[in-house]
């Protein structure tokens, strides 16, 4: 397996801080290992950002295909193409990013069957950069309501009941996002939209931003910290503003990306 280390602006995109749109092309090119765990890594948390950010109605189950290169979790519908249900993918295969066609439409030659297309990378950058501009159409998102969190729960215990599928996969994908999903979702929620009331926040370090009330509230997860306390508009104003000064502190210093 080779390995290569992400470069300041794919840490900056990992991480929130800047647009898919700004990775060099052609992407593919360094991606081109699917055994990569570093190319794993960029793109399983995109996928979590966006699963964390549209609605059931718009996020198939998770699909787990046989292969270690031929594994996908579907999570969106591109906006430029909505009535015909092509799914974004995070995975790759031969270099090429994995695209799951679950859709009706009789001029798709891949829908009667639902098989697997491919596209470039850099093709996949672009359509996830369209999803993104598109969330806040897109509305509220699919995670645990905020009600099944109580003060001093731990995120590595936390209870079946507060997922929200029964599939087994479906659950693992949700139970990853909650636990192990970095501070990537800062630059896709406005301020406005966060309800003090049913704000939560798990921990400075790490800090998710994500609808988990399922009604278009936005709360804020941390992963390391095991208790959980409301917090005011200016408490969460500065916690943001000062996780986003660190994330991009880390990126101008070219420090590899922190583990997830």
Same mark, same amino acid.
């Given at each position: ?21 700004? /990775? @060099? ?7 081109? !290992? #699917?055994? &990569?765990?570093?190319? *794993?890594?960029? +793109?399983?948390? $995109? ?95 699919? /995670? @645990? ?7 001093? !729960? #731990?995120? &590595?215990?936390?209870? *079946?009941?507060? +997922?929200?599928? $029964? ?94």
């Amino acid at each position: 397996m080779s390995t290569w280390s992400l470069t300041p602006i794919e840490t900056a995109v990992l991480f929130g801080v800047a647009g898919l749109d700004q /990775l @060099p092309a052609p992407l593919s090119a360094r991606l081109a !290992d #699917s055994d &990569d765990h570093a190319a *794993d890594v960029l +793109l399983e948390n $995109t996928a979590s950002r966006l699963a964390g950010t549209i609605t059931p109605a718009q996020v198939t189950a998770l699909q787990v295909l046989a292969g270690p290169t031929h594994r996908l979790a579907v999570i969106a519908t591109p906006p430029t193409a909505p009535d015909r249900g092509v799914r974004i993918a995070s995975g790759f295969r031969d270099g090429h990013a994995v695209i799951a066609s679950q859709n009706t439409d009789p001029t798709d030659p891949h829908a009667a069957t639902g098989g697997i297309i491919t596209i470039t990378a850099t093709t996949l950058a672009t359509w996830i950069t369209e999803v993104v501009a598109a969330l806040p159409r897109i509305g509220p998102g699919r /995670l @645990p309501p905020v009600a099944d969190l109580k003060p001093g !729960d #731990s995120e &590595d215990g936390l209870p *079946d009941s507060v +997922l929200t599928s $029964t599939d087994d996969e479906d659950q693992a994908r949700a139970r990853h996002t909650l636990v192990n999903a970095p501070a990537d979702l800062l630059g896709e929620f406005r301020l406005e939209q966060l309800d003090p009331q049913t704000t939560t926040v798990l921990s400075r370090s790490s800090i998710l931003v994500a609808d988990i009330t399922g009604d278009g509230r936005y709360a804020v997860y941390g992963r390391r910290k095991r208790s959980a306390k409301p917090v005011s508009p200016g408490e969460l104003v500065t916690l943001l503003t000062d996780e986003m000064s660190d994330l991009k502190n880390h990126v101008k210093s070219g420090a590899a990306a922190p583990s997830n």
